[in-house]
Structures are given as structure tokens and as C-alpha cells.
């Protein structure tokens, strides 16, 4: 009797379990989303990531938050960064605390900040940036922690970003622009060298 | 008559600090973060007076023991799931299980971090359940509930499932950790959803999805099997029984003390019965069982197996009845 019980019990749980492994392949947010700088690529992120807190409750800035179940189950408690609200000011603290291996640890130079970090980059729409449209701004350019290595701005404050550009999300997040005229594209394929 | 060592007895109470230590530093480190990241904001006056309010708390909190709040108290971080204190990251070994699965492969940093927890299981079984995990504190209030609604005649969470519903909890878990590639344990593990949710609650928007889940095997626990999840779901439990099958530090019945009277298999959160030297390898050292024998039958031993049962208690009627009153019988 006790172990028809089980054999029923163990089916019950292996119903469960099986409808929440389609749960799983929820659709994903269309949401834009960084990840913390030094993140692995997106699907070994979530894979090393446990999802134990210790970036954002180490992060000076408090820009990074952490998802429900809105980018699906496997991107549960992970961390992300939205660049408008807040952008990453590199303190790089969060790679020293992550225990996981998901953020990995790199020193607060320019050499290893613009070889090793990529979180995305910028693009600058030209049709709202208020510098293109024949006013003078500059605000983007102030905000970068890499002026003249990540964005550049030629006469009359107009902004061009380079290819040292990492996508801490400072100049989106400052763009006096409504909506802004600088965004970061997120690199998913984001690389550790 | 073999005596106890008298401060076994009281362990019980140690337990219930720590466990409220623990959840009382979980609640701490958020508010300790917020006010970090007011200091590095250096804007004190352009704080609104909640805000100033919760500043000078934390700064009163914390002036005694920290000259450089901003930076010093980033030695504490993180919750049971994972936490550094200093330079040591300790880390749950179902965390380091659920990544080695997810990702088919070992971060060794990581599995260092999971070294001193695993000797301590190894030595001392499923202590973490009893004496650290926040959410046992939740579970054991909740369990007084359900035993109140007793008293008040009502009935509730007094169903019964097999234990070993766990382990298949755990190797299912593993299996979809692999298939899907993400640590599923931190989905349905209830210290790490109460680890982060606190955090969230505190500093960032508000209670998120763990929550739910959490609310939900409180209810379980509740209304339809006391101490349910702990006892027949949680896949950390199971982990922690695995390690802990041969533990050293185990508690063990004193037969010739013991008087039968049943109230230790009563008491058991994890529905073990120590009554009959059933304590197996989910007992978790709360000590409970010690703490609540009328005749000091209880005590700890450092031995890697349960005794085999000794029979009934020689202070018991049984026994007496079976035994001393026969030989009485033959003296006279």
C-alpha cells in the first residue's frame, strides 16, 4: 500500500514537473537590457548565474535590478541593468563580489575596461540628437567615463561614438532627449578576452 | 542513571537565536546597501526625510564598528544562498550542484565556496535546515500556527507523504537544470526566493515572483501537510540528507532514562520518530526532541549510524510491566 502510494505520489510530482519545463520556454521580453560589465555571453550567463543577489546589493549606483518571471524561468533573479533609468558607472564591483563566475572580476583600468567589458554599444540617432539638428548639446559626451576613446564629438558638440565604446549606458541615461537620442545596443554574443 | 550533558538541553533556544540572527541579517544588509549607496551618492540633503530617517539609523547602527561605511561594509554581502564575509564567499551546495548541472561544467572558485558547508553536513547532517536557513524560521512559526488551530479544533495539515518524494524533487531538478540551462534549484528553493525577495522588498521595487511561490508552500505546510515542503519536497533538504547519511554528531535516545512517554516523536518538525531511534539520516540536529524529554533521555553522540532500536524506554509501563515487575516477581 505505502509504495503504491509513492508510485502515485512520484507521478504527481513528475506531472508537475514536466508542465513547468514548458513553462519554461515562455516568451522572452522585448524589453532592452543590459547585463552587469564583465557578464559571460548571454547563455552561459544564465547558466553559471545562481541568481544569489550579491551584485546589486554591492552596487554603489543601485542600477541593477533583477528579473521575474517576465524574460522567462531561466532568466529568473538574474541581473540586468536598464541604461535610461540607470547606467553602469564601471566601479566593477560587482565582478569582484560575484561568487558564480557569471560576472567575472576585472580590474577598474581604461586597458581592461575597453578590452574586456562589453555590455553594448552606442548608437546615436541623428534625427533627435538635438547637436545634429542644429542646436549644441554635448551631454552625452560628458557623461562618457571614455570621452575621446568611446564617443567623440566634432564642431558644434555633434557625437560619434568609436569602437572602444563598451555600453555602460551613462550618455543614455543623460541624453537630454525625449526619447532619447543615444541608445545602447545590448551585445548578446558579448565576448570575455 | 546516565545524565545528558546539562547544556544539551538548551541548545534548542541557541537554535531559535541563530535562526532569527540569520533572518534579522538578511533584512539588516539590504538597508545597510541603501545607505551605502546614499554615502556614495553624497547627497544627504537632497534626501527625502524617510530617507534621512533610514540614514541615521544605519549610520547609528553601524558607527561603532566601521569608519568607512561605503566601502567597509561591502565585507558583508549576499544571503544564505551565497554570501562573502570579508574575504571568505560561502556558498549552498545545491547552488554549486545546480550550476555544475546548468552548465555541464565546474567554475572551481565556485566549488571552493561550497567546501566549508559540505564538511559541516558531512559532520553535522541537515543541521542548515534547523539552525540557518531563514525560511525555517517562517516554517516553524507557521507550523505553531497550525499547531494552535489544533487546540482550537480545527484540523489542518495532518496529511502524510513519502519522504523519498525529495530526492526524485532534486534529481528532477538537476535534469531540467541541464535541458534548460539555468539554475532551476534558485526558482524553487525557499531560503534563496527569501534571501533575494527580502533584498527586493527592501531596496528595489518590491516583492517579485519567489514570493508567490513562497506564500504558496506556506499554505501547503498549512493546510495540507505540516512542514510539507521541508519534509517531502525541498530539494536542499534532500541534498543536505544525502551528505549527512553519515554524520557524527547525531542524537540518540538513552533507553534506561526513558520513560516512552512520546512527546520527542511529537515534537519532530521533520515528522521523525526518536521514540523508536527512527532518526535516519533527515534528521536535522534540532535539537527539539532534546529540549522537550520530561527525563532527560535524550542526548548527542559521536558515532556515524543510528543505534539500532533499543526497544521501549525502561522507565516506561511496558517495560517495568515486562521486565522489573517479573523480576521483583523472582526476588521474593
Redesign the interface.
Known amino acids: 500500500m505505502?509504495r503504491r502510494?509513492?508510485i502515485k505520489?512520484?507521478a504527481a510530482?513528475?506531472a508537475a514537473?514536466s508542465l513547468?519545463?514548458g513553462a519554461?520556454a515562455a516568451s522572452r521580453t522585448q524589453r532592452r537590457f543590459l547585463r552587469p560589465p564583465g557578464a559571460l555571453p548571454e547563455?552561459?550567463f544564465?547558466?553559471?548565474?545562481?541568481?544569489?543577489?550579491?551584485c546589486?546589493?554591492?552596487?554603489?549606483?543601485?542600477c541593477i535590478?533583477?528579473f521575474?518571471?517576465e524574460n522567462g524561468?531561466?532568466?529568473?533573479?538574474t541581473p540586468y541593468i536598464i541604461p535610461r533609468e540607470k547606467g553602469c558607472i564601471l566601479c566593477m564591483?560587482c565582478g569582484q563580489?560575484c561568487?558564480?563566475?557569471a560576472i567575472q572580476p576585472i580590474e577598474r583600468s581604461v586597458e581592461a575596461l575597453t578590452s574586456k567589458v562589453s555590455m553594448g554599444r552606442a548608437v546615436v540617432d541623428r534625427h533627435l540628437c538635438l547637436s545634429w539638428q542644429g542646436k549644441t548639446c554635448g551631454v552625452c559626451y560628458r557623461a562618457c567615463p571614455l570621452q575621446d576613446l568611446a564617443i567623440r564629438v566634432q564642431r558644434l558638440e555633434q557625437p560619434i561614438i568609436m569602437d572602444a565604446c563598451i555600453g555602460c549606458g551613462l550618455c543614455e541615461r543623460s541624453c537630454i532627449q525625449m526619447p532619447q537620442a543615444i541608445r545602447i545596443l545590448p551585445d548578446q554574443e558579448r565576448t570575455l578576452t | 542513571m546516565k545524565k545528558p550533558f546539562f547544556l544539551w538541553r538548551h541548545l534548542n533556544k541557541l537554535r531559535w537565536l541563530t535562526l532569527i540572527l540569520v533572518f534579522g541579517m538578511l533584512v539588516l544588509?539590504?538597508f545597510l546597501?541603501?545607505y551605502?549607496?546614499y554615502i556614495?551618492a553624497h547627497a544627504y540633503d537632497l534626501l527625502t526625510p524617510d530617507e534621512k530617517a533610514l540614514y541615521d539609523t544605519m549610520e547609528h547602527l553601524t558607527a561603532p564598528f566601521v569608519s568607512d561605511p561605503?566601502t567597509q561594509l561591502?565585507a558583508i554581502?549576499?544571503?544564505t544562498?551565497?554570501?562573502?564575509f570579508g574575504k571568505l564567499?560561502l556558498?549552498d551546495p545545491l547552488?554549486v550542484l545546480?550550476?555544475m548541472a546548468?552548465?555541464?561544467s565546474a567554475?572551481w572558485?565556485?566549488l571552493l565556496?561550497a567546501l566549508i558547508p559540505v564538511v559541516a553536513t558531512l559532520l553535522f547532517g541537515r543541521f542548515f535546515c534547523g539552525w540557518i536557513c531563514p525560511a525555517t524560521l517562517i516554517y516553524e512559526l507557521n507550523s505553531s500556527l497550525s499547531a494552535l488551530l489544533h487546540k482550537l479544533g480545527i484540523q489542518t495539515g495532518i496529511r502524510r507523504?513519502?519522504r523519498?518524494?525529495k530526492y526524485?524533487?532534486l534529481a528532477?531538478g538537476i535534469v531540467?537544470s541541464a535541458?534548460?540551462?539555468?539554475?532551476?534549484f534558485?526558482?524553487i528553493y525557499p531560503p534563496?526566493i527569501l534571501?533575494?525577495e527580502i533584498?527586493?522588498a527592501i531596496?528595489?521595487?518590491g516583492f517579485?515572483?519567489?514570493m508567490v511561490f513562497f506564500i504558496i508552500t506556506l499554505l501547503f505546510d498549512l493546510l495540507v501537510s505540516r512542514r510539507g515542503f521541508c519534509r517531502y519536497?525541498c530539494p536542499g533538504g534532500a541534498l543536505y540528507s544525502l551528505l549527512g547519511h553519515f554524520r557524527l554528531f547525531r542524537i540518540q535516545r538513552i533507553v534506561e532514562n526513558c520513560n516512552d512517554c512520546a512527546k520527542c516523536s511529537a515534537v519532530c518538525e521533520f515528522g521523525l520518530d526518536p521514540l523508536h531511534d527512527q532518526f535516519g539520516q533527515e534528521c536535522n540536529n534540532c535539537t527539539a526532541c532534546i529540549a522537550v524529554c520530561p527525563v532527560d533521555a535524550m542526548t548527542f553522540v559521536v558515532r556515524p549510524s543510528d543505534t539500532p532500536p533499543q526497544g521501549p524506554g525502561h522507565q516506561g509501563k511496558r517495560y517495568r510491566r515486562e521486565h522489573v515487575a517479573s523480576n521483583e516477581g523472582d526476588m521474593t
Open positions: 505505502q502510494n509513492f505520489q512520484l510530482v513528475s514537473a513547468s519545463g519554461i547563455t552561459d544564465t547558466a553559471v548565474c545562481i541568481g544569489c543577489g550579491q546589486g546589493e554591492i552596487c554603489p549606483n543601485r535590478r533583477y521575474g518571471m524561468l531561466t532568466s529568473l533573479a564591483k563580489v561568487p558564480s563566475g | 544588509l539590504p546597501h541603501v551605502q549607496t556614495a561605503e561591502d554581502k549576499g544571503t544562498w551565497s554570501g562573502t564567499q556558498s547552488a545546480g550550476q546548468a552548465s555541464l567554475y572558485p565556485f565556496t507523504f513519502d523519498r518524494l526524485l524533487v528532477l531540467i535541458i534548460t540551462g539555468s539554475v532551476i534558485a526558482a534563496a534571501g533575494r533584498y527586493y531596496a528595489l521595487s517579485g515572483a519567489g519536497l
